[in-house]
């Protein structure tokens, strides 16, 4: 998978995200308007921020200015979006699991918003491998 790839799937699962959020709050009677649009814009944010994050990281010209800072740095981004990716499939895994267990099924639209890390992380890894 390449940069622009990742692109297309940002997109694909940020309209599906905002789909399933919109739908979400629509069908949410029980919260006020005002509760609803909040947590729209907070599920949205959730998704953007950390792949905007993590797919900016290695833009950082800092890191260039001699080889053990190339070297250093690079092994410690590196560390990073492995990290990244693991967390994402970690809590994808245990939000499933917890939703399947208390038999929310509903909760299960936030697994959405993990492909924002999801993708970010792996991103910054595509990234790091072409330098």
């Not at 309209?15 to 709050?25: D, H, K, R, T």
């Not at 949205?44 to 950390?50: R, T």
């Not at 990290?83 to 939000?95: A, H, K, N, R, T």
């Not at 917890?98 to 993990?114: C, D, H, K, Q």
Request: charged letters at 15%; a neutral charge.
């Amino acid at each position: 998978m390449n940069q622009s790839d990742i692109k297309k799937y940002y997109k694909i699962f940020g309209i599906f995200n905002l789909i399933l959020s919109v739908l979400c709050a629509f069908f949410a009677s029980e919260i006020e308007l005002s509760e609803r649009i909040t947590a729209v814009l907070a599920i949205n944010g959730i998704y953007h921020v950390p792949y905007l994050f993590f797919s900016s990281i290695s833009k950082d010209s800092t890191r260039m200015n001699n080889n053990f800072n190339k070297i250093v740095g690079g092994a410690m981004l590196k560390l990073f979006s492995i990290f990244g990716m693991i967390g994402s499939f970690i809590l994808m895994y245990v939000c499933t699991s917890e939703a399947i267990s208390l038999g929310e099924y509903y909760s299960l639209v936030g697994i959405t918003i993990l492909f924002g890390p999801l993708l970010g992380s792996y991103s910054l890894w595509i990234d790091l491998k072409n330098e």
